[in-house]
């Protein structure tokens, strides 16, 4: 499954499968993607990045892909485990933005045993 | 490694106190920041250091002072808040600013409760 949304969407997933969150960018100077995953009491943690001249990047167990036509990035999360529920940011820069990150609403992944 | 440690954990104060979170980053990083978090929400930027000078202040309340002591320290003093300031206040770090294209790592956070 899948999800967007300007509210915190929820992605329920059953454990073993694929998980895809999206997420829509603004900017179309940004050139450089990061994503996080936080947990509950916890600040963000960094999972994986891609820049502007690529359009996938693998992980373990995850891949990013960035769509710059259509200002587009996801995350892929492979054979989704417990422990990967979490609240998960995209996050988005720029050469002229200095050192602001702006972050996506975040989708909240919950994956049931 | 890439953590970044604060303190406190937790931290409930009045509205007439004045108080102080901690941030530290022993990975050699010279661009250091401050997020507010509110919850079910992305966090929002609040200041940023570079090689300890303050280079964005995203138009925070005087009553939030920041300062960076060292290249691995960055204090929030924090003075007669509000209610509505109570949220989950992050430090981050990254290598440099310029460019954009650096990763921030994040510190655990201070939960910031002001009654």
């Known amino acids: 499954g899948e999800s967007v949304g300007l509210h915190l969407p929820t992605l329920s997933v059953q454990e073993g499968d694929n998980s895809i969150i999206n997420c829509a960018y603004s900017n179309s100077a940004s050139d450089y993607f990061i994503w996080y995953k936080q947990e509950s009491g916890k600040g963000p943690q960094f999972i994986i990045d891609i820049r502007s001249n690529m359009d996938k990047r693998q992980g373990q167990r995850v891949t990013v892909l960035l769509n710059k036509t259509v200002k587009h990035l996801s995350l892929q999360i492979a054979a989704t485990q417990p422990g990967d529920s979490a609240v998960y940011f995209c996050?988005?820069?720029?050469?002229?933005?200095?050192?602001?990150?702006?972050f996506g609403q975040g989708t909240e992944l919950s994956v049931k045993p | 490694d890439t953590e970044v440690t604060q303190t406190p954990k937790h931290l409930v104060m009045g509205m007439t106190n004045k108080k102080s979170l901690k941030c530290e980053q022993h990975?050699?990083?010279?661009?250091m920041y401050w997020y507010k978090q509110k919850a079910k929400k992305p966090p929002e930027l609040m200041f940023v250091y570079s090689y300890e000078k303050l280079s964005i202040n995203e138009s925070v309340p005087s009553r939030f002072s920041p300062e960076c002591p060292n290249s691995s320290l960055l204090n929030l003093h924090l003075h007669a808040l509000q209610p509505e300031d109570s949220a989950l206040y992050l430090c981050?770090?990254?290598?440099?600013?310029?460019?954009?294209?650096?990763?921030?790592?994040f510190g655990p956070g201070t939960r910031l409760l002001v009654l």
């Open positions: 990975m050699g990083h010279r661009a």
């Open positions: 996050a988005e820069n720029s050469y002229n933005q200095g050192g602001k990150l702006i």
């Open positions: 981050a770090s990254s290598q440099v600013v310029a460019g954009g294209q650096e990763t921030q790592y």
